[in-house]
């Protein structure tokens, strides 16, 4: 299974950017799919899950701010960041796992990671 996220970049705060994380096989219809962000010195914090029947879920930290999806035909999931804020700087992951766990260590695949930088 390989996962490759795009789309990362600079954006002013309250800008928006949109993230794309392009797996191989027939993964999102076979695990939950979740994207996590790691600032520097903070921990690894989920910030979307989708699971097999399209159910989405987020904290509240970003809640009403970014939208995940999937497209099974095209083996891609992206997550649609708007209101972006300052404290949303991180390196965002794209990861498959078999449940939808809130931890990072319940999902067995990741993508390399995107940065994502938003100036105030």
């Known amino acids: 299974v390989q996962l490759v996220e795009s789309g990362g970049g600079s954006v002013q705060s309250g800008g928006s950017l949109r993230l794309s994380c392009v797996g191989s096989?027939?993964?999102?219809?076979?695990?939950?799919m979740a994207w996590f962000r790691q600032a520097p010195g903070k921990e690894r914090e989920r910030v979307a899950i989708?699971?097999?029947?399209?159910?989405?879920n987020y904290p509240d930290s970003v809640k009403g701010r970014f939208t995940i999806s999937q497209d099974n035909a095209k083996n891609t999931m992206t997550l649609q960041m708007n209101s972006l804020k300052p404290e949303d700087t991180a390196m965002y992951s794209c990861?498959?796992?078999?449940?939808?766990?809130?931890?990072?260590?319940?999902?067995?695949?990741w993508g390399q990671g995107t940065q994502v930088t938003v100036s105030s």
């Open positions: 990861a498959a796992g078999d449940f939808c766990f809130k931890r990072y260590e319940a999902y067995k695949y």
């Open positions: 096989g027939y993964i999102f219809s076979s695990f939950c």
């Open positions: 989708i699971d097999r029947y399209g159910s989405s």
